[in-house]
């Protein structure tokens, strides 16, 4: 079954930029969209078709994909956007990463 | 502002059937391009999709949990539900319901999502 790999955690003090990737095989033609879970709540949809940012998040949340490998980049890291975030795109089925930690201290 | 409830079963016996259903408020499950899915979060895992339906299209399932699970419409209550036989500990999980954007819809995403329902799987 298709896999997305995503790095268990990542830490930023507040103010730097956080980087968050996702990597699978043949990601070129796919749309990546981007969730993030704070703990004791549902996922939110952060970033949609790789780089889309809906209404009410952040600009400073982003989103790209080179190649193989969709970037998910926050800049001026708030203790706010401490977090769970997967990365998702479509095989047969829609699948998720195994997701990524933001601490952010 | 569209809103989903998830309701239903929250402790259940082995080999028993899991069900619970998910209240649409702010829009119809009527709507074209959308679909209404369910995913499950296992403790500490991450998200699996168990499969999703179309008001015209038919529901679309995870292969591996399809022998299982019925996913249906109930127009009348702007209702969807989720049906899953015979379960075991590994059915253990957070299960939410979600709008997805179309049906099989390869750029599609999943929002906005219900609140979570914790089902446990235990004798």
């Known amino acids: 079954s298709y896999e997305l790999i995503q790095s268990p955690s990542v830490s930023v003090s507040p103010g730097q930029t956080a980087t968050i990737t996702c990597s699978g095989d043949d990601l070129t033609g796919q749309s990546i969209s981007w969730y993030q879970q704070k703990p004791g709540q549902s996922p939110v949809m952060v970033i949609s078709?790789?780089?889309n940012r809906p209404s009410g998040i952040p600009e400073r949340i982003s989103g790209s994909k080179s190649g193989n490998t969709a970037t998910l980049t926050i800049t001026g890291t708030q203790v706010m956007d401490e977090a769970d975030f997967f990365c998702a795109t479509w095989d047969i089925i829609p699948v998720f990463g195994g997701g990524t930690r933001l601490t952010v201290l | 502002q569209l809103q989903l409830q998830e309701s239903g079963s929250r402790l259940i016996k082995p080999s028993q059937t899991l069900s619970l259903t998910c209240s649409v408020s702010?829009?119809?499950?009527?709507?074209?391009?959308?679909?209404w899915s369910w995913i499950r979060q296992p403790p500490g895992k991450t998200l699996e999709f168990i499969g999703y339906?179309?008001?015209?299209?038919?529901?679309h399932y995870n292969p591996s949990l399809e022998s299982r699970v019925t996913i249906s419409l109930d127009r009348s209550r702007n209702q969807f539900s989720l049906i899953l036989k015979s379960v075991t500990a590994a059915d253990t999980a957070v299960y939410y319901c979600?709008?997805?954007?179309?049906?099989?819809?390869?750029?599609?995403?999943?929002?906005?999502w219900g609140q979570g329902s914790q089902v446990t799987v235990s004798s």
């Open positions: 339906i179309h008001h015209t299209r038919g529901p």
């Open positions: 078709r790789t780089s």
């Open positions: 702010g829009g119809s499950i009527s709507a074209d391009f959308t679909s």
């Open positions: 979600a709008k997805a954007s179309g049906f099989l819809d390869t750029s599609g995403h999943f929002d906005p």
